[in-house]
């Protein structure tokens, strides 16, 4: 969860983050996080159809490369 990315974030001027699990089926393997320097960029009102849509996507293409 956040924990684990809160260094990173502290890091890299990340003001507000998205995490996205990536998936096959019910099972996660991995976690894209998409973070802004805008704070007002990621929001939790906000809807989920587009990232979620990205994590499918992310999650489709590194499945057929790493097999």
Not at 8 to 20: E, K, N, P, T
Not at 33 to 56: C, H, K, N, W
């Amino acid at each position: 969860g956040y924990g684990l990315v809160r260094p990173f974030l502290l890091d890299s001027g990340a003001r507000s983050l998205a995490l996205v699990p990536l998936r096959r089926g019910a099972q996660t393997f991995g976690l894209l996080m998409l973070g802004s320097e805008d704070a007002q960029r990621f929001y939790p009102e906000m809807g989920t159809l587009y990232v979620t849509r990205i994590g499918d996507m992310v999650s489709h293409i590194l499945r057929r490369q790493l097999g």
